[in-house]
């Protein structure tokens, strides 16, 4: 069963306390991992889309990662204005026109000055 | 102006009800989704859409349907709404060239009492 866990489920850090958040999948196949951000009351925004193992994509003070198992959302010196909920999602690479994504539950990022 | 809008944005109903949900775009993808979002869950796959033409069912279709009016408007609708669809539900969108990413609206809040 295709599945995403992300860790931690919420992180705490300092204004400028870089740390990373992690996404980890079981896919039978990978076609595209995502990562969004997601402030509360509003839509999921994208940031990323990675495509294979040890594909990098950079966005102003973040950075995402892929391996076979996993990704990394690297935030460097992170600022208040960074505090939001961060999903990942993968698409399976099966047969059929299907493009579903597959969901993590999210890590909530608060970024205190 | 928004690429992806939904309306309303907060609905408050009874149990029993009928509500519709309604979701426009501007971006000119064919491609429509609707997604719910509950507290501590990933979002989850109601029914897409890939053209006027084409509906199909997600993860929890049950006790929702879809109408694809045009290739700009996907509308959700609750037939005899019920305390536990009370949840976040977003629609989404894909083009069918370049990236695999979707891009979200800004969510309709429903409660139902």
């Known amino acids: 069963e295709d599945q995403v866990t992300q860790s931690p489920e919420a992180l705490r850090l300092q204004e400028g306390e870089s740390s990373s958040l992690n996404c980890s999948y079981t896919?039978?196949?990978?076609?595209?991992l995502f990562w969004y951000r997601q402030d509360p009351g509003k839509g999921p925004e994208f940031l990323f889309t990675?495509?294979?193992a040890g594909e990098e994509k950079e966005k102003e003070r973040l950075k995402a990662t892929l391996t076979k198992k996993e990704s990394f959302l690297h935030i460097t010196a992170p600022k208040p204005e960074d505090s939001a909920t961060y999903l990942c999602?993968?698409?399976?690479?099966?047969?059929?026109?299907?493009?579903?994504?597959?969901f993590g539950t999210g890590t909530l990022l608060a970024v205190q000055p | 102006d928004a690429d992806v809008t939904q309306t309303p944005r907060n609905r408050i109903t009874k149990t029993g009800k009928r509500i519709m949900l309604e979701c426009s775009q501007t971006?000119?993808?064919?491609?429509m989704y609707w997604y719910r979002q509950d507290p501590g869950l990933g979002l989850q796959l109601i029914y897409y859409?890939?053209?006027?033409?084409?509906?199909n069912k997600g993860e929890i279709s049950d006790g929702y349907s879809v109408s694809r009016q045009a290739q700009a408007k996907f509308s959700l609708s609750l037939e005899s709404a019920i305390p536990n669809q009370t949840a976040l539900y977003f629609c989404?969108?894909?083009?069918?060239?370049?990236?695999?990413?979707?891009?979200f609206g800004p969510g309709t809040r429903l409660t139902v009492l």
């Open positions: 989404a969108t894909r083009g069918t060239g370049g990236g695999n990413e979707q891009f």
């Open positions: 896919v039978s196949g990978l076609r595209g």
């Open positions: 990675l495509y294979s």
């Open positions: 859409s890939f053209d006027v033409k084409d509906i």
């Open positions: 999602a993968v698409q399976a690479a099966r047969g059929g026109a299907t493009n579903k994504l597959i």
């Open positions: 971006k000119g993808h064919d491609r």
